[in-house]
């Protein structure tokens, strides 16, 4: 019986990678059932035995990234346990760092930023995914922010979770801006800057 779970385990596994090769090279209209059985040796069958559609392939793919930022964020606090400005940019150059050096993680994040045809049915269908994934995203930047502003350094008038939200946007912005080589300065500069220019805006005149 283990056996059988580690091979379902691995075919689901083969199916996730063969997918989301074929979501990067092709989008997600073009790809089919066929295409990513074909990719691994499986029949279509055989795909829908673990998978039911593509949304519920790439809310995997979603839930899978999510668990894997995790680990990397926790590796990161780990090295970094103190909370500062400086330690939030290190956090976002460590992941620039690990897209830059996985294939799989690049190519997820390409699909989901530029290749991903996001269409009311399948947001609705892959929401709690997305949510999720954002939800560990904004915790970490609303936890640090928090942090720093019961340090008083940040201005007590300013609205932390408001800033968290422009942080995700401007982060993903710059990202989808690399990806399509539209950037014409090095990506961790720019994010680098872009978050310095928002922390200064909300330091405390003694952070200054």
């Known amino acids: 019986m283990r056996r059988t779970k580690e091979d379902a385990e691995q075919t689901r596994r083969a199916i996730l990678e063969s997918a989301m090769d074929i979501f990067y090279e092709k989008g997600y209209s073009k790809t089919t059932f066929d295409e990513i059985a074909k990719r691994i040796n499986l ?5 829908y035995w673990y998978f039911r559609n593509k949304p519920d ?6 839930n899978d990234f999510s668990d894997r930022y995790m680990a990397l964020v926790d590796e990161f606090l780990s090295q970094y346990p103190e909370t500062s400005f400086e330690r939030i ?14 294939q799989q993680l690049y190519k997820f994040l390409f699909f989901v930023t530029c290749q991903m045809e996001w269409s009311e049915a399948i ?4 929401q709690p995914s997305i949510e ?3 939800q ?8 640090a922010l928090s942090t720093l502003q019961t340090q008083k ?3 007590a008038d300013v609205n932390v979770s408001m800033i968290c939200e422009i942080l995700m946007a401007q982060y993903s912005g710059l990202l989808e801006a690399a990806f399509t080589r539209r950037l014409t300065n090095e990506f961790d500069t720019v994010v680098e800057t872009g978050f310095n ?6 330091k405390t005149e003694g952070e200054k």
């Open 43 to 47: 029949t279509k069958g055989a795909v």
């Open 136 to 143: 560990v995203m904004r915790n970490l930047f609303i936890d």
């Open 132 to 134: 999720q994934t954002k």
């Open 197 to 202: 220019l928002i922390f200064n805006s909300i």
């Open 123 to 126: 947001i609705n269908k892959i």
């Open 89 to 102: 940019i290190k956090m976002e150059l460590f992941i620039n760092k690990q897209i830059r050096e996985s």
């Open 57 to 62: 392939i790439v809310a995997a793919l979603i």
């Open 153 to 155: 350094k940040i201005r």
